[in-house]
């Protein structure tokens, strides 16, 4: 099962004001480790023509590009109430 898959297993309410930005001309001008591609689980960090490109949408909330980027480039916050992800258990 790719991540494509696994992510359609899961419920979101996009918000219309992004919950994460991502500045990145830092990214694309300092960032040579570029740790966000690894470490996300819903993979929303990609590389493009060697341009990092960010997609909120899908989520999954857990705080790791956060807590990894040491550069200031990404801006995170949660989403407003009744937005962004929820998790289906059992
Ligand atoms: S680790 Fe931070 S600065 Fe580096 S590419 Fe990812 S978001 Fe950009
Ligand atoms: S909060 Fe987690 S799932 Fe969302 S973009 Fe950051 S690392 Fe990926």
Do not use: Q
């Not at 099962?1 to 992004?18: A, C, G, H, Q, Y």
């Not at 694309?28 to 960090?45: G, H, Q, W, Y």
């Not at 857990?62 to 962004?84: E, H, L």
């Amino acid at each position: 099962m790719d991540i494509t898959e696994k992510l359609l297993r899961v419920n979101f309410s996009t918000d219309e004001t992004p919950h994460i930005k991502v500045n990145t001309s830092i990214c694309d001008t300092t960032c040579s480790m570029k740790v966000c591609l690894n470490i996300c689980p819903a993979e929303r960090f990609t590389l493009e023509s060697e341009k990092l490109r960010f997609v909120v949408d899908g989520c999954l909330e857990c705080g790791a590009c956060r807590i990894s980027c040491d550069t200031g480039a990404v801006t995170w916050s949660y989403p407003r109430g009744g937005a962004g992800v929820r998790f289906r258990l059992g």
